[in-house]
């Protein structure tokens, strides 16, 4: 798939077909992912991915921005503690969270080319999300993506280009 045509294309799928994904899928995406630019290359990342229903289900209930029955669900993960090591506070507060986002839009551009939905979800409980995948302390979920083959795709909303774009010390 050519760059542009992932980018464009991607969209958030909520809807899935009853279809399960591949654990060599999602390993696949998880490689893509781990690819991603990291601060100082710390790369304190960490992603559980769930693929039992009843475990999907259980974290759905302390997920409220969890919609739809997705096949899987891959927490994006950091490893604060880790982080704060490599890089101090700068590297838990700032790049810990930047890192886990960067390495995401890898796994959804990476979903996309397989020919899965995706969809990134920060509106859950991270407590309660921790101890559902039984996280080991300084472990923090960042972000959640729904995983699924796609019901339907989502037509595109409209970019909006003016007054984005500047160039230099332009400040019009």
Not at 26 to 43: C, D, M, T, V
Not at 123 to 130: D, E, K, Q
Not at 163 to 169: D, H, R, S
């Amino acid at each position: 798939m050519e760059l542009w045509e992932a980018i464009k294309g991607r969209r958030s799928v909520r809807d899935f077909l009853d279809r399960p994904v591949t654990r060599e899928t999602i390993e696949h995406l998880l490689e893509a992912a781990i690819w991603a630019p990291s601060g100082g290359n710390a790369q304190t990342w960490r992603f559980v991915a769930i693929i039992d229903p009843t475990e999907i289900k259980k974290i759905k209930i302390v997920s409220p921005g969890l919609l739809g029955d997705p096949a899987a669900v891959i927490a994006v993960c950091q490893d604060l503690v880790q982080a704060r090591a490599k890089g101090g506070n700068l590297g838990e507060t700032f790049l810990a969270p930047i890192d886990a986002a960067m390495a995401t839009q890898n796994l959804l551009l990476a979903a996309y080319a397989e020919g899965l939905g995706a969809c990134t979800i920060a509106s859950f409980h991270r407590r309660g999300v921790s101890r559902l995948l039984g996280l080991a302390e300084g472990i923090e979920p960042i972000l959640i993506v729904s995983l699924g083959y796609p019901a339907q795709l989502p037509t595109a909303p409209a970019r909006r280009r003016e007054g984005v774009f500047v160039f230099g010390a332009s400040r019009e």
